[in-house]
C-alpha cells in the first residue's frame, strides 16, 4: 500500500490508504457493527468534503471492518443524547444527511463492497456509493421505520425509487423488510455477488478499471451520470454529453489516453 498521506490523520474509527489512486476507506468499528456514532458521522462528512478537493485520489472503495458494512445509527449511543430544542435536533440530523450529499459531490466515483449487513444509514451509505458489490451474507433494510421513525431518511427515499422502481421502493421502504443479496443482484442495486474471500479482489478490479480512465474522463462521467438521473430532458443531458467530450478532448491526457491504447498497454496519466 502507498502512503495513506494527510488522510491518515485524526481518524478514530475509520482506516483509510490510498492505493495509487485508489483510496480505500473501511469503517472501523466492528465491535458496533460500524454503527454510526457521532465521531464516525463526523469522520465520513469530513472525509467525503475533503475529496471534493483532491487530485491525487481517483476512485474510492468503501467497506466495513469484520462482519457487517454498517448496522445504521448507533442506538445506544443515540439514546443517551438529548436535544433541548427542535433546531438542535434539526442540526444533528443534518449531520448525518450531509454524509450522503458530500458522497453524491465529490468526483471521485465510489464503490461500495457489502460483506453484511447495510441497515438503516448503512443503507443510506450503500445506495450514495456508486457502484455495490455485495458477498451472499450482504443483506440491507430501510430500518428506520421499525424503530418508530419514517424510512425515508438520509437520501433514501431519492436514491431507491431510482434505482429499482417505486413499486419495490414503497415494498421495502413501508415495511423496513431486508433485502437479500440475491434480490439487490436481481434488481441491479448489486453489480455482482461475490464470495467473501473474493469481495476485496472485486472492487480492487473494478477500481483498476476506472484508473485505467483519464482523470478528468472518470470525474465528468460520474458528474454527468448523476445529473441525467434528474435531467429535463435527453436534450439537456446530450448537451452536457458534448460539453464533455470537448473538454476531455483538450486535455493533455487524451493523446496519452489514446496511445495507451493502440500499444495496448497500461496509462500513464499526470
Excluded at 31 to 40: C, F, S, V
Excluded at 87 to 112: F, K
Excluded at 134 to 153: E, H, K, V
Excluded at 174 to 195: I, N, Q, W
Amino acid at each position: 500500500m502507498s502512503n495513506p498521506g494527510k488522510f491518515a490523520e485524526n481518524y478514530e474509527h475509520l482506516l483509510v490508504n490510498n492505493q495509487d489512486g485508489a483510496l480505500w476507506v473501511t469503517l472501523n468499528r466492528p465491535e458496533r457493527l460500524n454503527a454510526l456514532n457521532r465521531a464516525l458521522v463526523l469522520e465520513l462528512q469530513a472525509l467525503f468534503e475533503t475529496l471534493q478537493r483532491r487530485q491525487d485520489v481517483r476512485v474510492v472503495v468503501l467497506r466495513g471492518a469484520g462482519r457487517a458494512f454498517c448496522a445504521g445509527l448507533d442506538l445506544k449511543e443515540r439514546s443517551a443524547v438529548g436535544y433541548p430544542d427542535v433546531g438542535s435536533h434539526l442540526d444533528g440530523q443534518r449531520t448525518v444527511s450531509q454524509i450522503v450529499l458530500a458522497m453524491r459531490r465529490c468526483p471521485q466515483p465510489i464503490i461500495a463492497l457489502l460483506n453484511g449487513t447495510a441497515s438503516g444509514g448503512g443503507f443510506a451509505l450503500a445506495l450514495a456509493a456508486d457502484v455495490r458489490i455485495g458477498t451472499p451474507q450482504a443483506r440491507m433494510n430501510a430500518a428506520f421505520i421499525r424503530i418508530g421513525l419514517s424510512a425515508c431518511d438520509i437520501g433514501v427515499s431519492y436514491f431507491l425509487p431510482r434505482m429499482v422502481g417505486a413499486s419495490v421502493a414503497a415494498e421495502y421502504l413501508l415495511t423496513g423488510r431486508f433485502m437479500e443479496a440475491e434480490r439487490a443482484r436481481e434488481l441491479g442495486l448489486f453489480s455482482c455477488v461475490v464470495p467473501e474471500e473474493t469481495l476485496d479482489d472485486e472492487g480492487r478490479g473494478l477500481a483498476r478499471d476506472m484508473l485505467r480512465a483519464t482523470p478528468l474522463g472518470l470525474r465528468l462521467t460520474k458528474e454527468a451520470l448523476g445529473h441525467a438521473i434528474d435531467a429535463a430532458s435527453l436534450e439537456a443531458v446530450v448537451a452536457m454529453e458534448d460539453r464533455n467530450q470537448v473538454l476531455c478532448a483538450r486535455d493533455a491526457n487524451f493523446a496519452e489516453g489514446i496511445a495507451s491504447f493502440l500499444q495496448k498497454r497500461e496509462p500513464i496519466y499526470h
